[in-house]
């Protein structure tokens, strides 16, 4: 399998279509999205002989799609990499505001652009940022990662961590651990 990765906004560039709530945990065929040549970039994959000959393929296939198209950064473009640093520091109104958009437009356009709300996408990078803390200092207790990034206590934490991973932290984390990838030192 083959995964790419997109950042956050930049699928919605890249299909020149706004994004919706319908491509949140959907598996869609390529060809649903894309021209229906990507079969024969398909075909190519398939029949490669090394995995890093299928890189070079879909590499080759993101370049053709994109050598194109212009780049055009905006204010809100560069919110995202705010949210991203520092998930719980700032309020969607601040957000909003150094988009340069009416709280109603930034809500739109986020939504449009990522594919859900900036408040639940605030919440997932909170999510992902106390699982990464975690991760990297296994000796922190899960109160202090809570304070840390931005929970008001360890109950919201394992609120959000059951809701987007469907577990608990600490089963997370044993899960992670035994995850091929990190055993194998894929990821």
Known sequence: MVSIDFQQGGL???????LSEAFLDERI???TLLNPNISQVYEQMVNAATY??????VEDYLWQKIKYQTVD???FDKVNLLILNQPATYSIE?????????????????????GVSPKFFLRINRFHQAFMLKDQNPTLDWLSIALQTGYNDYQHLVKDFKQFSGTTPNSLLKAQAAAPERILRLG
Request: one cysteine or more.
């Open 73 to 75: 950064i905006h204010p």
């Open 12 to 18: 919605a560039k890249f299909l020149k279509m706004p």
């Open 94 to 114: 601040y957000l909003a505001n150094q988009a340069c958009l009416s709280l109603s437009q930034f809500e739109r356009r986020f939504k449009q652009q990522i």
């Open 29 to 31: 065929d390529a060809e």
């Open 52 to 57: 890093s000959q299928i890189i070079e393929i």
